[in-house]
């Protein structure tokens, strides 16, 4: 069946480092690939998303492009703030389904 | 636009209890879904309705129950709770982009249930 791996964390940065946070999938045929993000106390909001592959999703200074030949979706970001602290997670939707499929969220903590 | 809603925000049960949360959205989106958060496990998939009236099994749905009798409301039902499953349960609803390839899923604050 359909998985995603991502980087465990917590993922520790001082204020404007570079973010990297990596994520792989597998899945059959073509599916669509996001990252959510949950601030503390909240629920999942879309960050980004590609539906196709050498698609790049961006929003908010993030991005990720749609890797097919290494299957991956890896998300970046040149300058995080301590308002990016949060829990991110990468998930996938297989081709004609409307659930997703999550990673195991990957946490990070920036500090001034 | 209230968007997708969850009730109650909290809840504690003791085992063998039965309750029901409940979920609404008002975007008129024809798929609705449960996951429930476990630390270290990401969200994962309790069950799924991709209209009224039809509804599946996810990936953990031993222990809830679940029907979809209007297009706006999908209750999550525990018939008789136990320890395994304390947990955060969010209900998201969503509809279809680029074709049939791409679901955007809006989500709710989520429910923090403990049973004891």
């Known amino acids: 069946g359909d998985s995603v791996t991502q980087m465990e964390g917590p993922v520790t940065l001082s204020e404007e480092a570079f973010l990297t946070i990596n994520c792989t999938y597998t899945a059959t045929g073509y599916p669509s690939l996001f990252w959510y993000v949950q601030y503390p106390g909240e629920g999942l909001q879309l960050l980004l998303k590609a539906t196709k592959a050498d698609d790049k999703g961006s929003n908010k200074g993030f991005e990720a492009t749609y890797r097919k030949e290494t299957t991956s979706f890896h998300l970046e970001k040149g300058s995080v703030q301590v308002s990016d602290s949060a829990v991110y997670f990468c998930a996938l939707s297989g081709r004609g389904y409307s659930t997703l499929t999550f990673g195991k969220g990957t946490m990070l903590l920036v500090s001034p | 636009n209230a968007g997708v809603t969850q009730t109650p925000k909290f809840q504690v049960l003791k085992t063998g209890q039965s309750m029901t949360l409940q979920c609404a959205q008002d975007?008129?989106?024809?798929?609705m879904s449960w996951y429930r958060q476990d630390p270290g496990m990401g969200l994962r998939l309790i069950h799924y309705?991709?209209?009224?009236?039809?509804?599946d099994q996810g990936e953990v749905p031993n222990g809830y129950n679940v029907s979809r009798s209007t297009t706006e409301d999908f209750p999550l039902r525990l018939l008789s709770a136990a320890p395994s499953q304390t947990s955060v349960y969010f209900c998201a609803s969503s509809y279809s982009t680029a074709g049939a390839n791409s679901y955007e899923q809006y989500f709710g604050p989520g429910t923090r249930l403990t049973v004891t």
């Open positions: 309705s991709v209209g009224a009236g039809i509804t």
């Open positions: 975007m008129n989106h024809e798929y």
